[in-house]
């Protein structure tokens, strides 16, 4: 009888791709409608790498299920609201640079996914790109030839895959943050001054001060660096500069990846989550990477130093506790947790400033000999920046570039032009 004749297995879709092995261990019980249609939602059409949509809902669900979120409250909203415009009126007698902050805003964790998707964007799409690029190129030519239109399913497939770990760590990074520029990045809107009241909460946890002094302390902070990104707008471009091209670099290895589907048990639906978590996609560090590398670090230290020195001064008479809370600030910014670990095991990019305490040194050192005029100017031009040999000999920088580091306006204005016009010629060439 026609029933009894053996059932035809279905040919392996994903034969000579890393995922060949997890499809034939599925056998009998796989369901290839039932798989499309799951994963339907993976594979929508979107811009760029990885669909950032469908990272943004990974985010939420993924802090949703890591506990509470409270919306913050009227009072929080106003606590914030008192402590960043106190921080400003400090801020005003420790610095030249003029305020970057427009208003001020409290922040729930999952606000803080909202509004800082756009700049992750921004900041992983040229990693991302490469990575996923890198997983049809990493196929043998007569894998190629096998798949045949499954490569760019595969490709897909990567995207979205990554796109789920990018919602993971960052979902991660939202219980940690305190403001909008925590990790030393402005991620959120321009000129806003966010803060997160339940994460400062916790960070405020076992500390003999009181949370209002730790609120105060992440406003001057949060304060600080929206002046210096507002002063120095050529910072920002040149940190996504510093990205893109240790995105371009960026490199994975197809035989790990390989291995690690091969160890995915597929009656396990969690199975799949786990490897994501434990870094599916870690992409290695390549020689040609390390210089974009070692260029992001220093712009990191920098402004980190920069900010650490400025809050120092605008705290130095009026807040006591502000000295073991720019200690605890610094043992957190140089010690990674767990969830920047994780984003770090993503992206193959740390976000911590290695040199901090040489760079606060430099700044306080170039304060000392020539004022703080001469310590902000140095974010007038790119050209004046320090650089790692500099943080090697902080009082030999301020010898040399004391009054000598002035430049005109023209100079500056000519400078910027260029810089832009390189960022949009940059742009160009990559959309052709």
């Known amino acids: 009888m026609a029933g009894d004749e053996p059932r035809e297995e279905p040919e392996n879709p994903f034969k000579g791709t890393p995922m060949e092995h997890l499809f034939g261990q599925m056998g009998g019980q796989f369901d290839l409608s039932a798989l499309l249609s799951q994963m339907q939602s993976m594979f929508e059409p979107h811009e760029g ?38 921080a400003e009126m400090w801020l005003d007698r420790a610095t030249e640079l003029p305020s970057g902050v427009t208003s001020s805003a409290a922040w729930s964790r999952a606000e803080w996914i909202e509004q800082t998707m756009p700049q992750w964007q921004v900041l992983v799409e040229p990693i991302a790109a490469n990575v996923v690029a890198s997983m049809g190129e990493a196929l043998p030519a007569e894998a190629k030839a096998l798949a045949g239109p499954f490569v760019a399913m595969i490709s897909q497939a990567g995207g979205a895959m990554f796109g789920q770990q990018i919602g993971q760590g960052i979902a991660g990074l939202a219980t940690e943050v305190l403001s909008s520029t925590d990790v030393g990045l402005p991620l959120g809107p321009q000129g806003i001054a966010a803060i997160l009241p339940h994460n400062v909460s916790t960070f405020a946890e076992g500390f003999e001060h009181g949370e209002a002094d730790v609120l105060l302390y992440v406003a001057l902070r949060e304060c600080a660096y929206q002046r210096l990104y507002v002063h120095a707008p050529w910072l920002r471009s040149a940190i996504v500069t510093a990205i893109e091209e240790f995105g371009r670099g960026s490199r994975i290895d197809a035989s790990a990846i390989e291995e690690k589907m091969r160890s995915i048990d597929p009656t396990r639906p969690e199975a799949i989550q786990e490897a994501l978590e434990g870094g599916l996609f870690e992409p290695d560090v390549t020689p040609e990477q390390q210089h974009a590398k070692n260029r992001l670090e220093l712009l990191l230290a920098l402004a980190e130093g920069w900010v650490d ?14 000295v073991a ?26 976000l911590r400033p290695r040199r901090l305490r040489d760079a606060a040194n430099l700044f306080s050192a170039l304060r000392d000999r020539e004022g703080t005029e001469a310590r902000d100017r140095v974010w007038s031009h790119p050209d004046l920046l320090p650089t790692s040999e500099d943080l090697d000999d902080p009082l030999g920088y301020s010898e040399r570039h004391g009054e000598t580091g002035q430049i005109t306006d023209d100079e500056f204005d000519a400078a910027l032009g260029k810089l832009l016009a390189d960022e949009a010629s940059r742009g160009d060439d990559e959309q052709k």
Request: hydrophobic share 45%.
């Open 49 to 86: 790498a990885v669909n950032y949509r469908l990272a943004t809902d990974i985010a939420r669900q993924t802090l949703a299920a890591s506990g509470p979120d409270p919306s913050p409250t009227t009072t929080k909203r106003g606590a914030i609201d008192d402590a960043v415009r106190l």
């Open 325 to 350: 809370l720019a200690e605890a600030m610094r043992r957190r910014r140089v010690t990674a947790g767990p969830a920047e670990q994780t984003f770090a095991a993503l992206v193959g990019l740390e």
């Open 309 to 322: 020195e400025v809050v120092g001064q605008a705290t130095a008479e009026t807040m006591p506790a502000a």
